[in-house]
């Protein structure tokens, strides 16, 4: 099986071309530009592969809703060339093959249970902290959509008394992206991420937060596991103080065999960060069987 993967991103494309098993046989990135730009070079390249499905995996916010109207749309992204734009539209047209499609990170969950760590379980979010926060949320074999889908990187979080920032996102500042995406770091500490690893408050800070939006996500989707990846999620520290701020604030509230192995349950992404483009691949796989 020839599959067509596109994990589209606000600053590149990265399109690839792999197999039901996951297995990836090429991958190339192109900038991402307007649509009228990037979108041909794209195309070129998936027409040349011979694929039988492709499945992408899109940043948003998009319409994943089979049933509606704007099905296959990017929708209000601040992305202002690429708002209502019918992305799977333009390429089941030029293409001819069936064309699964999700969010970026929803496509990255479903890379871990199909491939990765998470493999067999029922239920799993994975979250991916970067130049934003965003959350896929996977649920007894399903990507959970609901009447959108989860845009779990906005919930709002309690500042810290000794925090003065005032957050970074425009809509909310004090969501989980406006404290702790890699922007919100470096406007706060005048720095960026990498440049900051030393700096024992900063991770402090960051474990809090984070910690403080996956307690919630634990007492409402109940998952059998949490998966942490992109950029910010390299600092390796991060890891054992946001599973001790887990245990403090649930202050022993619920039990389980997960959180007292917290070290199995809260854990980083698995798949050298191709979680992305297999979950795509999965994505398209999917679609072809269910055409």
Same mark, same amino acid.
């Given at each position: 099986?020839?599959?067509?993967?596109?994990?589209?991103?606000?600053?590149?494309?990265?399109?690839?071309v792999?197999?039901?098993? /996951?297995?990836?046989?090429?991958?190339?990135? @192109?900038?991402?530009?307007?649509?009228e730009e990037t979108v041909p070079e794209m195309l070129a390249y998936f027409k040349k592969a011979e694929i039988e499905a492709l499945g992408i995996g899109c940043f948003g916010p998009i319409d994943p809703d089979k049933s509606s109207a704007t099905?296959?749309?990017?929708?209000?992204?601040?992305?202002?060339?690429?708002?209502?734009?019918? @992305?799977?539209?333009?390429f089941e047209e030029a293409l001819g093959c069936p064309v699964g499609f999700d969010t970026d990170v929803n496509g990255s969950a479903l890379g871990e249970v199909t491939?990765?760590?998470?493999k067999g379980k029922n239920s799993?979010?994975?979250?991916? @902290?970067?130049?934003?926060?965003?959350? /896929?949320?996977?649920?007894?074999?399903?990507?959970?959509?609901?009447m959108l889908h989860p845009e779990a990187g906005h919930v709002l979080i309690q500042k810290r008394e000794d925090d003065t920032?005032?957050?970074?996102?425009?809509?909310?500042?004090?969501?989980?992206? /406006?404290?702790?995406?890699?922007?919100?770091?470096e406007e706060r500490w005048g720095k960026k991420a990498i440049e900051l690893k030393d700096r024992e408050?900063?991770?402090?800070?960051?474990? &809090?937060? @984070?910690?403080?939006?996956?307690?919630? &996500?634990?007492?409402?989707?109940?998952?059998?596991?949490?998966?942490?990846?992109?950029?910010?999620?390299?600092?390796?520290?991060?890891?054992?103080?946001?599973?001790?701020?887990?245990?403090?604030?649930?202050?022993?509230?619920?039990?389980?065999e997960e959180l007292e192995h917290i070290e199995s349950y809260i854990v980083p992404a698995s798949l050298q960060d191709n979680q992305g483009i297999m979950g795509c691949l999965e994505l398209g796989r999917r679609a072809l069987e269910n055409q």
């Open positions: 099986m020839r599959l067509g993967a596109l994990e589209a991103g606000g600053t590149k494309m990265v399109c690839a792999g197999d039901e098993t /996951g297995k990836i046989f090429e991958q190339i990135c @192109i900038p991402t530009r307007t649509p099905y296959g749309y990017i929708t209000s992204t601040p992305k202002l060339a690429w708002r209502n734009y019918n @992305i799977v539209g333009a491939f990765g760590q998470a799993v979010i994975y979250i991916t @902290i970067g130049t934003g926060v965003g959350a /896929g949320i996977f649920v007894e074999g399903n990507l959970v959509h609901g920032y005032q957050g970074k996102c425009p809509y909310h500042k004090c969501c989980l992206e /406006g404290l702790a995406a890699g922007p919100a770091i408050e900063v991770w402090d800070l960051e474990s &809090y937060y @984070i910690a403080q939006a996956l307690v919630g &996500y634990i007492l409402t989707v109940s998952p059998e596991m949490i998966i942490l990846g992109g950029g910010v999620m390299h600092q390796e520290q991060l890891f054992p103080k946001i599973r001790s701020y887990v245990k403090e604030l649930l202050n022993g509230y619920i039990r389980t």
